[in-house]
């Protein structure tokens, strides 16, 4: 079973637009691709997301069951969700005002441990010479298949 933290940072002051875009990128990288990453973005969002990052790294190395490798951690989930609107008045002309909305968001990030990979031993391994010696052009419905009898056939 993989082990998994997260991180929140609640009351961002950025829209949660703008930071989902910044969340975009480091989906699904490790986390060292993922630092790197946010410290070359040039957005403002990005250094708050890396604090984000950073505690949820911490997290998960206090979680029980995490093995100790950093390297096979990766950011399983990266998400900004709306948080208050803080309204706030401008003056208009003729006695007017014209409300503007300061919007904030909740940045949420997911790390979890990649699961080692265990060789499959028997039966289809890789050299044995058994189930995955076809050529791609003798698997039906192909397009080497296709290709193949349309050569054959002019």
Request: hydrophobic share 40%.
């Amino acid at each position: 079973m993989a082990v998994e933290a997260q991180a929140t940072a609640r009351g961002v002051r950025t829209s949660a637009q703008k930071a989902g875009l910044v969340c975009s990128l480091i989906r699904g990288k490790s986390v060292n691709q993922a630092v790197a990453t946010l410290q070359f973005t040039p957005k403002i969002i990005a250094r708050e997301l890396a604090k984000v990052l950073r505690s949820a790294v911490a997290n998960i190395q206090q979680a029980d069951g995490f093995g100790g490798d950093i390297e096979r951690l990766y950011v399983s989930a990266c998400y900004a969700n709306q948080g208050q609107s803080m309204k706030r008045v401008r003056p208009a002309p003729m006695g007017r005002a014209y409300r503007v909305v300061k919007r904030t968001a909740h940045l949420t990030v997911k790390v979890s441990e990649r699961p080692l990979k265990i060789a499959a031993v028997g039966a289809g391994a890789v050299g044995t010479g058994t189930a995955g010696d076809e050529t791609p052009a003798a698997k039906p419905g192909g397009a080497r298949a296709k290709k193949a009898a349309k050569t054959a056939r002019a």
